[in-house]
């Protein structure tokens, strides 16, 4: 037999899934330590370290001594490693945080000898639309790809294009995806058949010439000895993934072209369930990268003085680690999913710190009393934001002009009245702190001992005077100053920040600043703002009508329906019982503008308790749900804030039931064939269905991250969603829990093998309290205004109390950076070797221009990599940025 396959050794290691991580480090060591030894003594000898340089991390954790021999063995080319740091889901995390895992993974490579220049992507459940774009600005020309693709892709190599036009050769791994010639040398005798016989079945996708690629790996594998012996028996040659790939030229004129997402089911499960499994690790995911991305970073780089880089690069660490495909996904057993929970909160606390810092320097600029309220977004903005205050008087801002405000809640001012010796009242007392307050005063009066206590002071406090004025004291009150929480609508420059503080009627200036604003008012159960009126109806569902005349009407239905599926895969019980009418309906009031206005609605249901049989028993599993149900209260808030064009749900319930799917309907105005979803750079168009042909039933189920428009309707996201367009494309349904007790299912009637071990997750159950806020948009014509709505909701106005003198006027408004242009959106600002570097998208099927303003003279542009390109002129601190349609640019500025 000729050299017509290249056998390429590798293992796909899963860093954590049905064992936790430690685990499985400890079977990763004993194969590296084999590999080594064994690449050591046959010079012929190859391996690829399945595209994560996170399995050399961790190994050299354990085994520092040999940091060097694995770098002479990438040095020559033979052991090929990265250039990913992790292999990641690619929908359950941010494009940022993808970014940022190239990053870490090629730099930690090229310390080892450099990372091997293919975008391997071997197991991931389908592939985001601007991977190509974001491979090619790092530098990859090529892609190796293996679930997702289309059944209109017959050969082993395609033209995988993004939605800017960037096209990169795509590896297709057909015939058995990662471990395609994993049995080639099972059994020694029979290696010439086994041979002829991946011949013929590759050469159907390869064409008549050209070498074979073997993936010889799999799972957690290690290499068998004596297999350079045999792969020269077989005539065949050993190489990297690198190695064969890079021999290929990157010119993709003459091979069929695949546009945008790989979300098919035609050649791969891609195991779609896994985007709404044990959703609050979803959450979680969302929460922090938005803490470290949006709050965290471009603070730091605009206002925190010195950089805290590592801070922020523990973050990212635990961010990128968190993303594994086996991770974030939560289709590993409980104990995974505890510490991927435990390492994006590690995150979230990062980004906080650094936040807190920053904003912490700048509350020093705004007197003790007043507030700092800081805009995260790069757009001038006026919203609504969540101050305290002490006293009673109006608020003003830096022109003394009244700023519009809304009492929320009044904190209480008697803390403490009771009958005690004060000798034990003074124990209370450390320095000046005294019940979380500091004291500002004291007096003694007819056997009572009072003090007085404020959330600051500068009076002198002596405890001693008060021990000595004790005689005949049996009663101990302590009074608080009188303070109040106070929605009040600030205008603030972009990711700038503007401060506000209370002041006597006498002080105010004029009238409420900015240009005036429609009240939001409550009446019965009816929410106006004059951009939108909500009505909640008497099953407790809500009509939304904007001010140009789109109506929804039943929004908000609360669905329960089995899920006897698993982990991977949702699964309908044969006999379902579907819950969607409440018992009982009940609408209360929570406040009623001007500034917000709420309604808590809160519905009551009989849910099925469990599915009927499920015993992890390899039959098909259960047939129908309990009779048994428990009553479940669904209390949904409804909020509608001030010159917002959207509502704010939150919808919360205590998870008590067992193998469940709970859905949020919301009917469409006008019936919708197709969704625009955003994501990872891009915004993706689908349709009603998905195209099957492997196996696994192709529900049209798909992921959306910060918002998903049909019908002319937007349903704004905190985190990563799993959305379908049902009954033909007139109702959007969001999932907001699946409930399910197993990682995989040997049986699942809508998979036909199993995805993994079948294993207990009962922590996946995911009982408790759980909670999920979103907003609803009507909206006509197309989904542009959506974005900007999205980019509202999703990043918060953030208030901090002011710490500096007292006598210090109040700081005027700081603008820090702006970025304008038809569909452009900022998603990362930091700085880079003393450099601010910004990215922005162009979510537009148009040429485009960011408009860039900021305290800045030099620009240049750069990769994804951070690696500085050719300056870009800056005239009077503005820069003019040309896009093209869906671009993502990296700019550096100085």
């Known amino acids: 037999m000729t050299a017509e396959i290249v056998v390429v050794p590798h293992t796909h290691w899963d860093r954590e899934w049905y064992e936790p991580f430690q685990r499985f480090r400890l079977r990763l060591v004993a194969l590296l330590d084999e590999v080594l030894d064994t690449m050591e003594k046959d010079p012929d000898y190859h391996f690829t370290l399945d595209g994560q340089l996170a399995c050399v991390d961790d190994y050299l954790e354990v085994r520092p001594e040999n940091r060097d021999r694995i770098a002479a063995l990438v040095e ?43 975008g391997y992507l071997p197991d991931m459940f389908g592939h985001t639309a601007q991977m190509p774009q974001i491979l090619r600005r790092a530098g990859l020309l090529h892609a190796c790809v293996y679930r997702g693709v289309p059944a209109s892709v017959t050969t082993d190599a395609f033209a995988w294009v993004a939605p800017d036009g960037t096209a990169i050769r795509a590896q297709y791994l057909p015939a058995g995806g990662y471990g395609n010639g994993a049995h080639l040398f099972e059994d020694p005798a029979q290696l010439g058949e086994r041979g002829a016989a991946f011949v013929r079945t590759m050469r159907g996708w390869h064409g008549p010439d050209g070498p074979l690629l073997a993936m010889y790996g799999t799972d957690h594998s290690a290499p068998v000895r004596g297999l350079p012996d045999m792969v020269k028996q077989l005539g065949a040659r050993m190489d990297t993934l690198s190695g064969y790939i890079e021999a290929h030229s990157a010119d993709v004129t003459g091979l069929p072209r695949v546009t945008g997402e790989l979300r098919s089911h035609a050649r791969a499960n891609i195991l779609p369930g896994v985007i709404s499994v044990r959703a609050h690790v979803k959450q979680a995911m969302s929460r922090a990268e938005r803490m470290v991305e949006r709050y965290a970073e471009p603070l730091a780089a605009l206002w925190g003085g010195e950089w805290p880089g590592r801070f922020l690069d523990m973050a990212w660490w635990r961010l990128v680690d968190a993303s594994g495909h086996d991770s974030v996904t939560g289709c590993g057993v409980d104990e995974t999913a505890q510490q991927v929970a435990a390492r994006i909160a590690e995150a979230e606390h990062l980004g906080q710190a650094v936040r807190d810092m920053v904003t912490a320097r700048l509350a020093g600029t705004v007197p003790s009393g007043a507030v700092l309220v800081v805009n995260p977004t790069p757009a001038p903005r006026r919203g609504v934001v969540a101050i305290n205050v002490a006293g009673s008087d109006p608020l003003l801002d830096a022109d003394g002009v009244k700023v519009p405000l809304q009492p929320l809640e009044y904190a209480p001012t ?32 007819d056997g009572v001992l009072t003090f007085t206590v404020a959330r600051e002071s500068s009076a002198a406090f002596n405890v001693g005077q008060v021990r000595g004025a004790l005689e005949g004291v049996t009663r101990v009150r302590i009074l608080a100053e009188a303070r109040r929480t106070l929605a009040a609508y600030v205008s603030t420059p972009p990711l700038g920040h503007a401060a506000v503080r209370t002041a006597p009627y006498s002080e105010v200036a004029g009238a409420p600043s900015g240009d005036p604003f429609v009240p939001v008012r409550a009446e019965e159960r009816m929410l106006d703002n004059g951009l939108l009126n909500v009505e909640v109806a008497r099953d407790g569902t809500l009509t939304l009508t904007s001010a140009d005349g789109v109506t929804l009407t039943g929004a908000g239905r609360i669905v329960d329906g089995g899920d006897v599926g698993d982990s991977y895969n949702y699964a309908p019980p044969a006999h379902d019982r579907v819950v969607q009418d409440p018992e009982s309906v009940h609408v ?37 749900r309990t009779e048994v149900t428990e009553e479940i209260a669904v209390r949904t808030r409804v909020e509608l804030r001030a010159g917002e064009p959207f509502a704010r749900l939150t919808v919360e319930f205590d998870n008590r039931c067992a193998d469940h799917r709970v859905r949020l309907h919301v009917p469409l105005p006008e019936r919708a064939t197709r969704s625009h979803a955003e994501g990872q750079f891009a915004v993706v168009t689908r349709g009603l269905d998905a195209e099957g042909g492997c196996g696994e039933e192709p529900l049209p189920t798909f992921p959306a991250s910060s918002w998903v428009a049909a019908g002319g309707v937007a349903a704004l996201l905190e985190h990563v969603t799993e959305y379908e367009l049902v009954d033909d494309g007139k109702e959007l349904a969001l999932t907001l829990l699946r409930s399910i007790g197993f990682l995989s299912r040997n049986r699942h009637v809508l998979r036909p093998e199993p995805a993994g071990p079948q294993l207990p997750t009962p922590a996946a159950q995911s009982r408790g309290l759980r909670s999920v806020e979103l907003a609803l948009m009507p909206y006509s014509g197309t989904w542009k205004a959506v974005p900007e709505a999205a ?41 880079r070797d003393g450099w601010q570097e910004l990215r922005v998208v162009a979510l537009t099927d148009e040429a485009t221009e960011a408009v860039v303003e900021g305290g800045f003279t030099r620009a240049r542009l750069a990769d994804l990599r951070g690696r500085p390109g050719a300056e870009v002129p800056v005239t009077g601190g503005v820069l003019r940025l040309p896009l093209s349609a869906w671009e993502i640019a990296t700019v550096q500025l100085s």
């Open 76 to 118: 020559s080319g033979r052991l090929a490693v990265g250039p990913w740091q992790i292999l990641l889901d690619e929908f359950l995390c941010s494009g940022e945080n993808i970014v940022r895992n190239l990053e870490l993974g090629m730099a930690r490579a090229d310390k080892l000898g450099g990372a091997m220049a293919v």
């Open 791 to 831: 980019e509202t909701f999703r990043h918060d106005l953030l208030a901090v109390a002011g710490t500096g003198d007292p006598a210090l006027p109040l700081p005027a408004p700081a603008a820090g950076l702006s970025v304008a242009g038809d569909g452009v959106v900022m998603t990362s600002l930091r700085v």
């Open 414 to 445: 008697l803390l403490l009245d009771e009958e005690m010796d004060p000798a034990t009242a003074l124990t209370f007392i450390h320095g000046t702190e005294l019940y979380g307050q500091h004291i500002t005063g004291w007096s003694v009066e």
């Open 588 to 624: 209360s009031k929570v406040c009623s503008g001007p500034l917000v206005a709420a309604f808590d609605v809160w519905r009551t249901y009989q849910w099925p308790a469990a599915g009927d049989g499920i015993d992890g028993t390899p039959e098909i599993p259960a047939q129908s």
